[in-house]
Protein backbone atom coordinates (compact mmCIF):
# COMPACT_ATOMS: atom_id res chain seq x y z
CA UNK A 1 0.00 0.00 0.00
CA UNK A 2 1.23 3.61 -0.63
CA UNK A 3 2.57 6.13 2.20
CA UNK A 4 -0.22 8.17 1.32
CA UNK A 5 -3.58 5.93 1.31
CA UNK A 6 -1.96 4.82 5.03
CA UNK A 7 -1.57 8.28 5.69
CA UNK A 8 -5.57 8.75 5.02
CA UNK A 9 -6.40 5.49 6.79
CA UNK A 10 -4.31 7.21 10.26
CA UNK A 11 -6.35 9.85 9.77
CA UNK A 12 -9.57 8.28 9.03
CA UNK A 13 -8.67 6.45 12.08
CA UNK A 14 -8.22 9.19 14.31
CA UNK A 15 -11.37 10.96 13.37
CA UNK A 16 -13.38 7.71 13.97
CA UNK A 17 -11.95 7.17 17.86
CA UNK A 18 -12.06 11.25 18.40
CA UNK A 19 -15.83 10.99 17.43
CA UNK A 20 -16.37 7.35 19.49
CA UNK A 21 -15.12 9.23 22.58
CA UNK A 22 -17.15 12.29 22.26
CA UNK A 23 -19.92 10.23 22.20
CA UNK A 24 -18.80 8.33 25.38
CA UNK A 25 -18.34 11.97 26.53
CA UNK A 26 -16.09 11.05 29.33
CA UNK A 27 -14.98 13.79 31.00
CA UNK A 28 -12.36 14.18 33.70
CA UNK A 29 -15.30 14.42 36.39
CA UNK A 30 -15.87 10.70 35.25
CA UNK A 31 -12.39 9.36 35.44
CA UNK A 32 -11.76 7.17 38.47
CA UNK A 33 -9.32 4.40 40.10
CA UNK A 34 -6.72 3.99 37.71
CA UNK A 35 -7.06 6.45 35.73
CA UNK A 36 -8.14 9.48 37.93
CA UNK A 37 -4.65 8.36 39.81
CA UNK A 38 -2.86 9.04 36.43
CA UNK A 39 -4.82 12.39 35.83
CA UNK A 40 -3.86 13.01 39.52
CA UNK A 41 -0.07 12.39 38.74
CA UNK A 42 -0.05 14.33 35.80
CA UNK A 43 -1.24 16.96 37.45
CA UNK A 44 1.37 16.87 40.58
CA UNK A 45 4.12 17.92 37.73
CA UNK A 46 2.73 21.43 37.85
CA UNK A 47 3.12 23.78 41.06
CA UNK A 48 2.32 27.24 41.25
CA UNK A 49 2.52 27.52 37.55
CA UNK A 50 6.08 25.72 37.40
CA UNK A 51 6.85 22.28 36.04
CA UNK A 52 9.20 20.12 38.30
CA UNK A 53 10.07 16.60 38.02
CA UNK A 54 10.46 16.88 41.87
CA UNK A 55 6.78 17.50 42.02
CA UNK A 56 5.67 13.97 41.03
CA UNK A 57 5.14 11.81 44.21
CA UNK A 58 3.36 8.49 43.29
CA UNK A 59 4.96 5.81 44.42
CA UNK A 60 4.69 2.90 42.18
CA UNK A 61 3.56 4.21 38.79
CA UNK A 62 6.62 5.53 36.03
CA UNK A 63 6.78 9.08 34.94
CA UNK A 64 6.24 8.53 31.32
CA UNK A 65 2.52 7.76 31.22
CA UNK A 66 1.94 10.93 33.24
CA UNK A 67 4.27 13.60 31.88
CA UNK A 68 2.68 12.63 28.31
CA UNK A 69 -1.03 13.83 30.32
CA UNK A 70 0.49 16.46 31.57
CA UNK A 71 1.27 17.76 28.25
CA UNK A 72 -2.08 17.07 26.64
CA UNK A 73 -3.28 18.86 29.42
CA UNK A 74 -0.85 22.13 29.13
CA UNK A 75 -2.04 22.14 25.39
CA UNK A 76 -5.65 21.93 25.55
CA UNK A 77 -5.60 25.10 28.49
CA UNK A 78 -3.09 27.02 26.32
CA UNK A 79 -6.02 26.88 23.14
CA UNK A 80 -8.55 26.77 26.15
CA UNK A 81 -9.44 23.48 24.86
CA UNK A 82 -11.36 20.91 27.88
CA UNK A 83 -8.73 18.45 29.38
CA UNK A 84 -10.50 15.84 28.99
CA UNK A 85 -10.48 16.63 25.18
CA UNK A 86 -7.24 17.07 24.90
CA UNK A 87 -6.34 14.30 26.68
CA UNK A 88 -9.27 11.85 24.02
CA UNK A 89 -7.17 13.58 21.14
CA UNK A 90 -3.66 12.48 22.41
CA UNK A 91 -4.92 8.85 22.87
CA UNK A 92 -6.60 8.82 19.31
CA UNK A 93 -3.59 10.16 17.87
CA UNK A 94 -1.76 7.07 19.48
CA UNK A 95 -4.25 4.49 18.92
CA UNK A 96 -4.89 5.13 15.54
CA UNK A 97 -1.15 5.03 14.87
CA UNK A 98 -0.14 2.21 16.37
CA UNK A 99 -3.39 0.59 15.09
CA UNK A 100 -3.82 1.60 11.19
CA UNK A 101 -0.23 1.92 10.75
CA UNK A 102 2.45 -0.06 13.12
CA UNK A 103 0.18 -3.24 13.93
CA UNK A 104 -0.31 -4.11 10.18
CA UNK A 105 3.26 -3.25 9.47
CA UNK A 106 4.04 -6.85 11.39
CA UNK A 107 2.51 -8.96 9.30
CA UNK A 108 4.89 -11.25 7.42
CA UNK A 109 5.72 -10.90 3.63
CA UNK A 110 5.81 -14.00 3.19
CA UNK A 111 2.18 -14.85 4.49
CA UNK A 112 1.20 -13.09 1.19
CA UNK A 113 -1.73 -11.16 2.75
CA UNK A 114 -2.71 -7.87 0.87
CA UNK A 115 -2.15 -4.54 2.45
CA UNK A 116 -5.40 -3.28 2.19
CA UNK A 117 -7.31 -0.03 3.61
CA UNK A 118 -9.88 -2.67 5.32
CA UNK A 119 -6.78 -4.64 7.05
CA UNK A 120 -5.85 -1.23 7.99
CA UNK A 121 -9.39 -0.21 9.83
CA UNK A 122 -11.29 -2.71 10.39
CA UNK A 123 -9.05 -4.29 13.59
CA UNK A 124 -9.43 -0.28 15.19
CA UNK A 125 -13.25 -0.54 14.52
CA UNK A 126 -13.46 -3.90 16.33
CA UNK A 127 -11.22 -2.60 18.82
CA UNK A 128 -13.40 0.31 19.46
CA UNK A 129 -16.47 -2.40 20.41
CA UNK A 130 -14.59 -4.11 22.68
CA UNK A 131 -11.77 -1.72 24.34
CA UNK A 132 -13.04 1.75 23.61
CA UNK A 133 -12.65 2.63 27.27
CA UNK A 134 -8.33 1.83 27.11
CA UNK A 135 -9.07 5.28 25.17
CA UNK A 136 -11.77 7.49 26.57
CA UNK A 137 -10.21 7.17 29.98
CA UNK A 138 -6.21 8.14 30.57
CA UNK A 139 -4.99 4.45 31.06
CA UNK A 140 -1.53 2.88 29.96
CA UNK A 141 -2.47 -0.14 27.87
CA UNK A 142 -2.87 1.38 24.50
CA UNK A 143 0.52 3.34 24.45
CA UNK A 144 2.53 0.61 26.20
CA UNK A 145 1.32 -1.83 23.21
CA UNK A 146 1.89 1.17 20.81
CA UNK A 147 5.22 1.79 21.62
CA UNK A 148 6.37 -1.85 21.63
CA UNK A 149 4.53 -2.00 17.84
CA UNK A 150 6.61 0.57 17.08
CA UNK A 151 10.11 -1.14 18.33
CA UNK A 152 8.91 -3.80 16.26
CA UNK A 153 8.53 -1.64 13.58
CA UNK A 154 11.69 0.06 13.55
CA UNK A 155 13.73 -3.56 13.96
CA UNK A 156 11.93 -4.91 11.39
CA UNK A 157 13.66 -2.41 9.16
CA UNK A 158 16.98 -2.34 9.98
CA UNK A 159 19.68 -2.23 7.85
CA UNK A 160 23.04 -2.92 7.62
CA UNK A 161 24.42 0.37 7.53
CA UNK A 162 25.56 3.20 9.82
CA UNK A 163 22.46 4.11 10.30
CA UNK A 164 21.38 1.64 12.73
CA UNK A 165 22.78 4.04 15.39
CA UNK A 166 20.54 6.06 15.57
CA UNK A 167 17.35 3.03 14.99
CA UNK A 168 19.45 1.71 18.28
CA UNK A 169 19.38 5.05 19.86
CA UNK A 170 15.50 4.76 19.29
CA UNK A 171 14.26 1.46 20.16
CA UNK A 172 16.53 1.75 23.39
CA UNK A 173 14.49 4.97 24.59
CA UNK A 174 11.36 3.57 23.42
CA UNK A 175 11.61 0.65 25.25
CA UNK A 176 12.66 2.03 28.23
CA UNK A 177 9.17 4.21 27.94
CA UNK A 178 7.09 1.02 27.10
CA UNK A 179 8.88 0.29 30.38
CA UNK A 180 8.06 2.72 32.27
CA UNK A 181 4.74 2.81 31.44
CA UNK A 182 3.86 -0.66 32.55
CA UNK A 183 6.61 -2.85 34.24
CA UNK A 184 5.80 -5.84 33.23
CA UNK A 185 6.94 -4.85 29.85
CA UNK A 186 9.99 -5.61 31.37
CA UNK A 187 9.62 -8.92 30.11
CA UNK A 188 9.37 -8.03 26.25
CA UNK A 189 12.59 -6.36 27.02
CA UNK A 190 14.91 -9.03 27.51
CA UNK A 191 13.16 -11.32 25.24
CA UNK A 192 13.57 -8.40 22.20
CA UNK A 193 17.38 -8.05 22.79
CA UNK A 194 17.80 -11.60 22.43
CA UNK A 195 15.62 -11.65 19.19
CA UNK A 196 17.08 -8.38 18.06
CA UNK A 197 20.70 -9.96 18.46
CA UNK A 198 19.81 -13.22 16.51
CA UNK A 199 18.12 -10.82 13.87
CA UNK A 200 21.43 -8.99 13.01
CA UNK A 201 23.76 -11.66 12.89
CA UNK A 202 21.19 -13.93 11.03
CA UNK A 203 21.26 -10.70 8.47
CA UNK A 204 24.96 -10.83 8.40
CA UNK A 205 25.09 -7.24 10.07
CA UNK A 206 28.79 -6.96 11.22
CA UNK A 207 30.09 -7.31 14.96
CA UNK A 208 31.04 -3.96 14.93
CA UNK A 209 27.99 -2.76 13.89
CA UNK A 210 26.14 -4.71 16.43
CA UNK A 211 28.46 -3.82 19.37
CA UNK A 212 27.37 0.27 18.63
CA UNK A 213 23.76 -0.74 17.39
CA UNK A 214 23.51 -1.88 21.56
CA UNK A 215 25.56 1.03 22.78
CA UNK A 216 23.34 2.88 21.02
CA UNK A 217 20.35 1.71 23.02
CA UNK A 218 21.75 1.48 25.92
CA UNK A 219 22.53 5.21 25.35
CA UNK A 220 18.78 6.18 24.73
CA UNK A 221 17.70 3.93 27.73
CA UNK A 222 19.84 5.82 29.77
CA UNK A 223 18.78 9.35 28.42
CA UNK A 224 15.09 8.44 28.64
CA UNK A 225 15.39 7.01 31.89
CA UNK A 226 16.91 9.96 33.55
CA UNK A 227 14.16 11.67 34.60
CA UNK A 228 12.77 8.21 36.64
CA UNK A 229 16.39 8.21 38.56
CA UNK A 230 15.78 11.77 39.65
CA UNK A 231 12.37 10.95 41.12
CA UNK A 232 13.65 8.17 42.54
CA UNK A 233 16.54 9.88 44.12
CA UNK A 234 14.08 12.43 45.56
CA UNK A 235 11.28 10.10 46.51
CA UNK A 236 13.56 6.53 47.79
CA UNK A 237 17.21 8.14 48.17
CA UNK A 238 17.85 5.29 45.80
CA UNK A 239 20.17 5.89 42.55
CA UNK A 240 17.81 3.52 39.93
CA UNK A 241 15.94 3.40 36.71
CA UNK A 242 13.69 1.09 37.94
CA UNK A 243 9.92 2.06 38.89
CA UNK A 244 9.90 1.02 42.23
CA UNK A 245 6.74 -1.04 42.44
CA UNK A 246 6.27 -1.01 46.06
CA UNK A 247 2.51 -1.57 46.88
CA UNK A 248 0.96 -0.07 49.82
CA UNK A 249 1.80 -2.44 52.10
CA UNK A 250 5.50 -2.54 51.74
CA UNK A 251 5.62 -5.49 49.71
CA UNK A 252 6.96 -5.81 46.01
CA UNK A 253 4.32 -5.48 43.22
CA UNK A 254 5.32 -8.37 40.98
CA UNK A 255 5.23 -11.29 43.90
CA UNK A 256 1.75 -9.36 45.28
CA UNK A 257 0.64 -9.84 41.85
CA UNK A 258 1.58 -13.59 41.49
CA UNK A 259 0.09 -14.04 44.96
CA UNK A 260 -3.12 -12.91 43.81
CA UNK A 261 -3.02 -14.51 41.10
CA UNK A 262 -3.01 -18.42 42.85
CA UNK A 263 -6.80 -17.61 44.16
CA UNK A 264 -8.18 -15.07 41.62
CA UNK A 265 -9.66 -16.24 38.39
CA UNK A 266 -10.11 -12.38 37.08
CA UNK A 267 -10.57 -9.21 38.29
CA UNK A 268 -12.89 -6.51 37.35
CA UNK A 269 -14.03 -3.07 38.21
CA UNK A 270 -17.24 -2.72 39.49
CA UNK A 271 -19.11 0.74 39.54
CA UNK A 272 -22.39 0.50 40.01
CA UNK A 273 -25.22 -0.20 42.64
CA UNK A 274 -24.32 -1.61 45.69
CA UNK A 275 -27.63 -3.36 45.84
CA UNK A 276 -26.14 -5.75 43.55
CA UNK A 277 -22.84 -6.15 43.91
CA UNK A 278 -21.41 -4.83 47.09
CA UNK A 279 -17.77 -3.70 46.53
CA UNK A 280 -15.60 -1.82 43.56
CA UNK A 281 -13.09 -4.79 43.85
CA UNK A 282 -15.20 -7.81 41.82
CA UNK A 283 -12.76 -10.38 42.62
CA UNK A 284 -13.64 -13.96 41.04
CA UNK A 285 -12.33 -16.47 43.46
CA UNK A 286 -10.47 -19.83 42.41
CA UNK A 287 -11.57 -22.57 45.38
CA UNK A 288 -8.62 -25.00 44.48
CA UNK A 289 -5.95 -21.83 44.17
CA UNK A 290 -7.47 -20.78 47.85
CA UNK A 291 -6.92 -24.15 48.72
CA UNK A 292 -3.35 -24.22 48.40
CA UNK A 293 -3.01 -21.06 50.22
CA UNK A 294 -4.92 -22.27 53.32
CA UNK A 295 -2.86 -25.55 53.21
CA UNK A 296 0.50 -23.32 53.11
CA UNK A 297 -0.22 -21.30 55.60
CA UNK A 298 0.98 -17.92 53.60
CA UNK A 299 -0.02 -14.58 53.28
CA UNK A 300 1.88 -13.29 50.40
CA UNK A 301 5.14 -14.13 48.85
CA UNK A 302 9.07 -13.10 50.34
CA UNK A 303 10.46 -13.51 47.17
CA UNK A 304 9.90 -15.27 44.21
CA UNK A 305 11.77 -18.52 45.10
CA UNK A 306 9.09 -19.23 47.56
CA UNK A 307 6.30 -18.76 44.48
CA UNK A 308 7.76 -21.28 43.19
CA UNK A 309 8.83 -23.99 45.66
CA UNK A 310 4.61 -23.76 46.63
CA UNK A 311 3.95 -24.21 43.08
CA UNK A 312 6.00 -27.62 42.73
CA UNK A 313 4.25 -28.89 46.23
CA UNK A 314 1.23 -28.45 44.09
CA UNK A 315 1.80 -29.10 40.38
CA UNK A 316 -1.31 -30.33 39.25
CA UNK A 317 -3.36 -27.88 41.45
CA UNK A 318 -1.57 -25.10 39.90
CA UNK A 319 -1.79 -25.88 36.18
CA UNK A 320 -5.94 -26.08 36.88
CA UNK A 321 -5.21 -22.68 37.83
CA UNK A 322 -3.37 -21.25 34.95
CA UNK A 323 -6.12 -23.13 32.58
CA UNK A 324 -8.82 -21.37 34.06
CA UNK A 325 -6.87 -18.13 33.98
CA UNK A 326 -6.75 -18.38 29.66
CA UNK A 327 -10.45 -19.98 29.90
CA UNK A 328 -11.59 -17.15 31.80
CA UNK A 329 -10.08 -14.75 29.41
CA UNK A 330 -11.99 -16.05 26.32
CA UNK A 331 -15.12 -14.69 28.22
CA UNK A 332 -16.03 -10.79 27.43
CA UNK A 333 -19.24 -10.08 28.64
CA UNK A 334 -18.36 -6.49 29.39
CA UNK A 335 -16.73 -3.65 26.89
CA UNK A 336 -16.67 -1.19 29.86
CA UNK A 337 -13.38 -0.78 32.24
CA UNK A 338 -15.74 0.40 34.97
CA UNK A 339 -18.91 -1.62 34.92
CA UNK A 340 -21.56 0.37 35.76
CA UNK A 341 -23.78 -2.36 35.02
CA UNK A 342 -23.44 -5.94 35.06
CA UNK A 343 -26.47 -7.39 32.80
CA UNK A 344 -26.46 -4.77 29.86
CA UNK A 345 -25.65 -6.27 26.83
CA UNK A 346 -23.72 -8.94 28.67
CA UNK A 347 -25.16 -11.49 26.42
CA UNK A 348 -24.86 -9.60 23.02
CA UNK A 349 -20.58 -8.88 23.87
CA UNK A 350 -20.36 -12.33 25.03
CA UNK A 351 -21.66 -14.42 22.02
CA UNK A 352 -20.13 -11.80 19.74
CA UNK A 353 -16.55 -12.36 21.33
CA UNK A 354 -17.33 -16.04 20.73
CA UNK A 355 -17.81 -15.84 17.39
CA UNK A 356 -15.22 -13.89 16.60
CA UNK A 357 -12.73 -16.49 17.93
CA UNK A 358 -14.96 -19.59 16.73
CA UNK A 359 -14.01 -17.82 13.15
CA UNK A 360 -10.35 -16.92 13.80
CA UNK A 361 -10.35 -20.67 14.99
CA UNK A 362 -11.54 -21.41 11.18
CA UNK A 363 -9.69 -18.96 9.67
CA UNK A 364 -6.64 -20.19 11.82
CA UNK A 365 -7.06 -23.61 10.47
CA UNK A 366 -7.53 -23.03 6.95
CA UNK A 367 -4.18 -21.09 6.51
CA UNK A 368 -1.73 -23.52 8.62
CA UNK A 369 -4.42 -26.63 6.46
CA UNK A 370 -2.68 -24.65 3.69
CA UNK A 371 0.29 -23.64 4.59
CA UNK A 372 3.52 -25.66 6.76
CA UNK A 373 3.75 -24.84 10.26
CA UNK A 374 7.32 -23.68 9.09
CA UNK A 375 5.56 -20.31 8.12
CA UNK A 376 5.29 -18.99 11.96
CA UNK A 377 9.28 -19.66 11.81
CA UNK A 378 10.35 -16.09 11.24
CA UNK A 379 11.47 -13.02 12.12
CA UNK A 380 8.36 -11.03 12.04
CA UNK A 381 6.68 -13.54 14.31
CA UNK A 382 10.04 -13.82 16.42
CA UNK A 383 9.15 -10.15 17.22
CA UNK A 384 5.48 -10.81 17.79
CA UNK A 385 6.50 -13.54 20.64
CA UNK A 386 8.36 -10.51 22.83
CA UNK A 387 5.22 -8.22 22.30
CA UNK A 388 2.90 -10.92 23.03
CA UNK A 389 4.97 -12.16 26.25
CA UNK A 390 3.90 -9.82 28.90
CA UNK A 391 0.20 -11.10 28.18
CA UNK A 392 1.58 -14.60 29.22
CA UNK A 393 3.19 -13.17 32.12
CA UNK A 394 0.27 -12.02 33.43
CA UNK A 395 -1.44 -15.13 33.25
CA UNK A 396 0.11 -15.94 36.58
CA UNK A 397 -1.00 -13.06 37.96
CA UNK A 398 -4.18 -11.11 38.30
CA UNK A 399 -5.90 -11.19 35.56
CA UNK A 400 -7.94 -8.03 33.68
CA UNK A 401 -9.05 -8.47 30.43
CA UNK A 402 -7.42 -5.38 29.49
CA UNK A 403 -4.72 -6.64 29.59
CA UNK A 404 -5.20 -8.98 26.95
CA UNK A 405 -6.08 -6.46 24.61
CA UNK A 406 -3.00 -7.01 22.61
CA UNK A 407 -3.30 -10.75 22.02
CA UNK A 408 -7.01 -9.78 20.89
CA UNK A 409 -5.55 -7.07 18.52
CA UNK A 410 -3.46 -10.10 16.54
CA UNK A 411 -7.05 -11.41 16.17
CA UNK A 412 -8.80 -9.31 14.68
CA UNK A 413 -5.36 -8.50 12.22
CA UNK A 414 -5.15 -12.32 11.30
CA UNK A 415 -8.87 -12.42 10.81
CA UNK A 416 -8.71 -9.15 8.61
CA UNK A 417 -5.78 -10.45 6.68
CA UNK A 418 -7.06 -13.62 5.83
CA UNK A 419 -9.20 -14.02 2.62
CA UNK A 420 -12.95 -13.62 4.09
CA UNK A 421 -14.38 -14.63 1.10
CA UNK A 422 -13.11 -18.14 1.28
CA UNK A 423 -13.55 -18.31 4.83
CA UNK A 424 -16.90 -17.97 5.01
CA UNK A 425 -17.26 -20.05 2.01
CA UNK A 426 -15.50 -23.12 3.89
CA UNK A 427 -18.43 -22.38 6.81
CA UNK A 428 -21.13 -22.48 4.34
CA UNK A 429 -19.52 -25.33 2.60
CA UNK A 430 -19.77 -27.18 6.25
CA UNK A 431 -22.65 -25.04 7.46
CA UNK A 432 -24.11 -27.89 9.69
CA UNK A 433 -20.77 -29.25 10.79
CA UNK A 434 -19.97 -25.92 11.61
CA UNK A 435 -23.39 -24.77 13.63
CA UNK A 436 -23.24 -27.85 15.50
CA UNK A 437 -19.92 -27.44 16.59
CA UNK A 438 -20.37 -23.85 17.54
CA UNK A 439 -23.29 -24.60 19.91
CA UNK A 440 -21.43 -27.80 21.60
CA UNK A 441 -18.42 -25.93 22.14
CA UNK A 442 -20.44 -22.59 23.42
CA UNK A 443 -23.24 -24.52 25.65
CA UNK A 444 -19.94 -26.01 27.08
CA UNK A 445 -18.26 -22.27 27.39
CA UNK A 446 -21.53 -20.46 28.71
CA UNK A 447 -21.28 -23.35 31.62
CA UNK A 448 -17.51 -23.14 32.75
CA UNK A 449 -18.29 -19.36 32.37
CA UNK A 450 -21.64 -19.52 34.54
CA UNK A 451 -19.13 -21.09 37.33
CA UNK A 452 -16.51 -18.16 37.11
CA UNK A 453 -19.53 -15.62 37.43
CA UNK A 454 -20.97 -17.47 40.50
CA UNK A 455 -17.29 -17.47 42.09
CA UNK A 456 -17.63 -13.53 42.47
CA UNK A 457 -16.37 -12.49 45.87
CA UNK A 458 -19.92 -11.85 47.46
CA UNK A 459 -21.91 -12.44 44.83
CA UNK A 460 -23.09 -15.81 44.57
CA UNK A 461 -26.38 -15.24 43.14
CA UNK A 462 -25.52 -13.82 39.57
CA UNK A 463 -25.06 -16.51 37.31
CA UNK A 464 -25.04 -16.17 33.11
Same mark, same amino acid.
Not at 331 to 359: A, E, S
Given at each position: ??????????????????????????????????????????????????????????????????? +?? /????? !? &????? *?????? =??? %???????????????????????????????????????????????????????????????????????????????????????????????????????????? +?? /????? !? &????? *?????? =??? %?????????????????????????????????????????????????????????????????????????????????????????????????????????????????????????????????????????????????????????????????????????????????????????????????????????????????????????????????????????????????????
Amino acid at each position: MKKKYKGVCFLVGVLIVIVCGLFAHITTDAYMYDSMDYYVAAKSFISSGKFSLYNYSNTYRGYCFPM +IL /CFYTL !I &GNAFG *IPEWIS =ILV %GNSLVASFSFTICLPNILPDRWKMKDTIFLRLAPLGVILVFWKYLIVYPLTDIYSFGIILLVVNLSLRLKNSWKIIVQGFIIGFLIYVAYNIRTIYLFSAILFFLILF +ID /CWRKQ !I &GIKKI *IFLYMA =III %GIVISSYPQMKININQHNRKSIAVITEDLNGGELFTSQLYVGMFYDRYETYVGSNDVYPDVPMNFIDRAGLQIISNEKITGFDSLGQYIKVILKHPIDYIGVIVRHIMSILYMPWNQGYIYDLNKWKVVFMVLNYTILYFFAICAYRFFKENSYRILINRNMAYVSATLFPCIAILFGAVEMRFFMPVYSFIYLFICAGDLKENFFFIKKYLLKNVIFFIIVFCLLVGYWGAIMASAQGLPQLLM
